[in-house]
């Protein structure tokens, strides 16, 4: 862990300012920017949202693609004392407008145009009473900073000054298995240490550069993402879309350093290296997501891609870190295990009655530390059915700890399944069939696919005397539900299969 940890991330930004001052921090569109200026961008932001009236316990939502505007606005709402609620760029405007009026954001950044999407346009039919200003990232940028002309830098300076480690930094939504997407709410002091231990646990070091290509709506693109990279001096190479065609050239240009992401992105990698030979001699680390990895793609990303500090790790929105593997543990145990508990982590794996069993046997992996969310938005009984008295979070994985604590993972949250990398919650998505004319029930389960790991299979029964193809169905979900959530296939039924309580029972169904 680093020693003088910042207490919050303005505070980091403005701390990497006075430090590394010229040396670059973010290279994007042709252009390097150093900490000193990142950190101007930052307050000039700040004092625009300042002119708009947010303060401290104001709600600022960014719902972009990676880039140093969602940066900069994120840095400069907090420095203001706001939390900021980031989206999920393939979300619907139904889904969004829910996470809106839920945090009653006041100020949201988005963009007119990504991938052909129109984020404002999906809001068109949403009713949002508390939101006051919408800021067009990629059109009206600039205008939105002049907004802060006139406001007196002083102001910035005391906003800084009345941040503290316990104020809310960011409400980050996650799917729950009751269907509804739950906000989880983290403060400075729950994030940063953690962070200051995932550095010191992958190396990541003044001056190296980092390739980001994880989301910053997700924890892995924005803390130990860029928020990484302020405390440790390390330059952020924004990335909005994976494309390993467009990576390969991007870490042969810049000379990446550093590059995390879930196997498949390695895998994608390795491929490329194999049709168009590109120069990866500068790539030194990386880390990569829980799911267990063939021991064969650690060694060739080891072997081809020369990322020799390749580690393994474990985390969820409710605690950014929980379990990682060490840099120079061997292939095997990076490859069948997520690593043993992070310093600051106290990590068990527990019963039925709670208690914990004895190593090697399985049961539900459970956490208690520094890192534990401070709970629910909104939610007392959904935040203690998670975090028992005691302070543990319950994670509803399963899995099994060996006589060096090192955790495997051997079963997924009940129901849940994973597809593109991104968790899907069968409960979220009935929830939203159930909002389809046609449909009178639903059952969805994940099943097996050669591109995405899983995808959702939906088993629907339809209302009396309705009608619908799978073609429409699928269509309509593509319409209404961001995509990886959309099931790849429908199948009509009379009836779902249900046990006495009236449950039905999806162990048939598979």
Not at 205 to 212: C, M, Q, S
Not at 419 to 433: D, H
Request: charged letters at 20%; a negative charge; one cysteine or more.
């Amino acid at each position: 862990m680093l020693d003088q940890l910042p207490p919050t991330i303005p505070h980091a930004a403005q701390s990497a300012a006075a430090r590394w001052g010229d040396a670059p921090a973010l290279i994007e569109r042709g252009e390097t920017w150093s900490f000193e200026h990142l950190w101007q961008q930052c307050r000039t932001a700040a004092a625009a949202l300042i002119a708009q009236g947010i303060g401290p316990g104001a709600r600022v939502a960014i719902w972009a693609p990676n880039s140093r505007e969602w940066i900069v606005a994120a840095v400069g709402a907090m420095t203001c004392g706001a939390a900021i609620v980031p989206l999920n760029t393939r979300l619907k405007g139904r889904e969004a407008g829910d996470i809106l009026r839920r945090t009653r954001a006041r100020v949201l950044f988005t963009v007119r145009d990504f991938l052909g999407i129109d984020y404002p346009a999906l809001l068109a039919d949403e009713a949002l009473p508390a939101l006051e200003s919408t800021v067009l990232m990629d059109t009206d940028w600039d205008a939105f900073v002049r907004g802060g002309n006139n406001v007196d830098p002083a102001r910035v300076d005391a906003a800084l000054a009345a941040l503290s480690a316990d104020d809310l930094s960011d409400i980050i939504f996650t799917s729950g298995t009751t269907g509804a997407p739950k906000g989880v709410l983290m403060t400075y002091g729950r994030v940063i240490p953690q962070v200051g231990v995932w550095i010191g646990n992958t190396g990541l070091a003044e001056g190296e550069r980092y390739l980001i290509a994880n989301p910053f709506f997700h924890s892995f693109g924005l803390k130990v993402g860029w928020v990484a990279c302020l405390i440790a001096g390390a330059v952020i190479v924004p990335m909005a879309q994976f494309d390993a065609r467009q990576a390969a050239r991007m870490i042969e240009e810049h000379r990446i350093a550093f590059l995390p992401g879930p196997p498949t992105i390695f895998q994608m990698l390795l491929d490329e290296k194999q049709a168009r030979p590109f120069d990866c001699a500068s790539l030194r680390g990386g880390t990569t997501g829980a799911a267990t990895v063939p021991p064969v793609l650690v060694q060739r990303t080891i072997a081809e891609l020369g990322l020799r500090d390749i580690v393994t790790a474990y985390g969820m929105t409710e605690c950014v870190n929980i379990t990682s593997c060490r840099p120079r543990d061997s292939i095997d145990r990076i490859a069948t295990t997520c690593g043993a508990a992070i310093p600051g982590n106290e990590v068990v794996i527990a019963g039925e009655d709670g208690r914990e069993l004895p190593r090697g046997e399985t049961g539900e992996i459970r956490v208690r530390g520094q890192g534990v969310m401070l709970g629910y938005l909104d939610d007392p009984d959904a935040t203690a059915e998670a975090i028992d008295a005691d302070g543990w979070l319950h994670t509803g994985d399963i899995g099994t700890m060996d006589a060096d604590g090192y955790v495997r993972i051997t079963d997924r949250k009940k129901d849940m399944f994973i597809a593109g990398g991104f968790n899907c919650y069968p409960a979220e998505i009935e929830k939203l069939l159930a909002e389809h004319p046609a449909i009178s029930m639903s059952a969805v389960i994940g099943v097996p696919d050669e591109r995405m790991g899983e995808v959702g299979k939906a088993f629907v029964v339809l209302r009396p005397g309705a009608s619908a193809g799978e073609e429409d169905l699928i269509a309509w979900s593509r319409a209404n539900m961001a995509n990886y959530k959309v099931p790849r296939s429908f199948v009509v039924v009379d009836e779902l299969p249900r046990n006495a309580s009236g449950k039905v029972i999806k162990t048939e169904l598979r």
